[in-house]
């Protein structure tokens, strides 16, 4: 089987940089598609971080002037990541979150800055570096979209395109105005280009031109061909689904392995699940939170958001906090939501611990020490903190939606009775539909066996990147010989 060459653009790539799971995906699978002969290597800005990450760093081109500012681009190693890197400092030098100003908001020049790395995409996917030409260029969400733009409008052989979806709620929408600037002809200002709407959608364009279009799980391919769920793209989208499809992430076993977590109070194993007791005695204590070993207790490791669902949960918890429940809330987010919680843990002291921020050795220890883990989003393309909820025993308590419908198995009476239950879903996502999930998970809880039962199902689910993995080298083969 011959080798396939690919390059990812992506806008952050773990463990440099991070802000949601896009990172976690274009970091994970290059070492997961290698294994299925795939090489990839990552074109990512030049973010401080980054930088400082990089080692064995050549210089493979100049640019005297893009979008305002010399740049060069960098081919590096940073731990088993093969990488470009747009090393350009009038776009990429800035501290903190690769998105937001210190103030919060979007930096004002956010359109040019993915714009350029779409650019620089372009050119490499089209030989601009000696030595590497690309079978197929792989663009994750809004920031690298551009990239078939530029190559279609290019005009000339080119790689395939797979442009992955992570979360259509995000798409990079600009002036109409910006056009010139980012140097593509007016016939690209169309219904048929890049025009959504009286603006510029770089999303948009990419769902356009792209020969293949990939989401993070098979439901929500699904979901966004629809109204309630495409944020205006599900009319594009429904005219090219014979070459939509939804490939579920999995997750980095070797870091997310609680018999081996080093950032967990005590591994345990699904032969030495008795041994998990320790990890919720050691949550309970970091929160300051009563050392209770007969309530539930539930964990949330999450962005405090409206799609999330946290206001639903908020709603229904009091209900359950006076004597048989508690919360280990790790999240940061929309400041109604942290005050809300703030003020739930001084309601219920030692009933509520909260962590408004992250951390990741907390989030280890939650999903370590919780008895369930809380998903209760509104939408949802895959989500990661369940099937690390999966992994670690962590019941997952769900809603019906998105990757969180194709990734957890409801316990329900047949489920149970054919031993095959991972987790609790509930639909719609409501708060008393989520009432009603805590109560049936109340119940299982109550009786010690079933409950084991399920864990031990939950810690046998395959999450890894092994099947997506695979789905992805398919996806790519497909592609080549249609072309």
């Known amino acids: 089987?011959?080798?396939?060459?690919?390059?990812?653009?992506?806008?952050?790539?773990?463990?440099?940089?991070?802000?949601?799971?896009?990172?976690?995906?274009?970091?994970?699978?290059?070492?997961?598609?290698?294994?299925?002969?795939?090489?990839?290597?990552?074109?990512?800005?030049?973010?401080?971080?980054?930088?400082?990450?990089?080692?064995?760093?050549?210089?493979?081109?100049?640019?005297?002037?893009?979008?305002?500012?010399?740049?060069?681009?960098?081919?590096?190693?940073?731990?088993a990541l093969d990488l470009f890197v747009l090393d350009a400092p009038h776009l990429f030098?800035?501290?903190?979150?690769?998105?937001?100003?210190?103030n919060g908001r979007d930096w004002p020049d956010n359109a040019i800055r993915f714009a350029a790395l779409a650019r620089v995409g372009a050119l490499v996917a089209k030989g601009l570096v000696p030595g590497f030409s690309p079978d197929i260029v792989h663009l994750h969400d809004w920031q690298a979209a551009l990239t078939p733009v530029y190559l279609r409008y290019d005009g000339g052989p080119r790689p395939g395109c797979v442009m992955t979806i992570h979360n259509i709620a995000y798409q990079g929408q600009f002036g109409a105005d910006l056009l010139p600037r980012l140097g593509l002809p007016p016939e690209a200002y169309g219904v048929d280009g890049i025009e959504y709407y009286g603006t510029i959608g770089y999303l948009k364009g990419g769902l356009q031109f792209a020969d293949r279009i990939t989401t993070v799980s098979p439901t929500y391919a699904e979901e966004i061909c629809t109204p309630e769920f495409g944020m205006g793209l599900d009319g594009l989208l429904r005219s090219r689904a014979n070459v939509l499809s939804g490939i579920l992430n999995g997750i980095d076993e070797a870091m997310w392995d609680p018999s081996r977590d080093t950032q967990i109070a005590s591994t345990f194993s699904r032969s030495r699940l008795d041994i998990r007791l320790l990890n919720r005695l050691a949550l309970q204590r970091k929160l300051g939170m009563a050392m209770d070993s007969k309530s539930l207790l539930l964990g949330v490791v999450s962005r405090l958001t409206w799609q999330k669902g946290l206001d639903m949960l908020h709603a229904a918890l009091p209900t359950f906090l006076q004597r048989d429940v508690q919360l280990a809330l790790l999240g940061a987010?929309?400041?109604?939501?942290?005050?809300?919680?703030?003020?739930?843990?001084?309601?219920?002291?030692?009933?509520?611990?909260?962590?408004?921020?992250?951390d990741e050795s907390l989030a280890h220890l939650v999903q370590a020490g919780c008895d369930a883990l809380v998903v209760p989003s509104r939408f949802e393309p895959c989500g990661l903190t369940q099937l690390y909820a999966l992994r670690y025993g962590a019941l997952p308590i769900v809603?019906?939606?998105?990757?969180?419908?194709?990734?957890?198995?409801?316990?329900?009476e047949m489920a149970l009775a054919s031993h095959a239950g991972t987790g609790i879903q509930f639909s719609p996502p409501t708060s008393e539909r989520l009432t009603g999930a805590l109560r049936r998970a109340l119940a299982l809880f109550a009786h010690k066996p079933t409950w084991k039962s399920l864990q031990l199902n939950a810690m046998a689910a395959d999450v890894s990147w092994r099947r997506p993995a695979q789905r992805y080298a398919a996806l790519y083969r497909d592609l080549i010989s249609t072309r």
């Open 1 to 79: 089987m011959s080798e396939i060459r690919v390059l990812s653009v992506a806008s952050e790539v773990y463990p440099l940089i991070k802000t949601g799971g896009l990172a976690d995906v274009a970091g994970a699978l290059p070492a997961a598609l290698a294994v299925e002969g795939v090489l990839v290597r990552t074109l990512i800005p030049g973010y401080p971080a980054v930088i400082a990450a990089c080692n064995e760093t050549e210089v493979v081109y100049e640019f005297a002037d893009l979008f305002g500012g010399s740049a060069r681009l960098l081919a590096a190693r940073a731990g």
């Open 93 to 102: 030098d800035r501290p903190g979150n690769p998105y937001l100003a210190p």
């Open 333 to 358: 987010g929309d400041q109604e939501l942290e005050s809300a919680y703030r003020e739930l843990a001084a309601r219920f002291p030692g009933r509520v611990g909260c962590y408004i921020g992250y």
């Open 399 to 412: 809603a019906r939606v998105g990757g969180l419908a194709d990734t957890v198995i409801d316990a329900n």
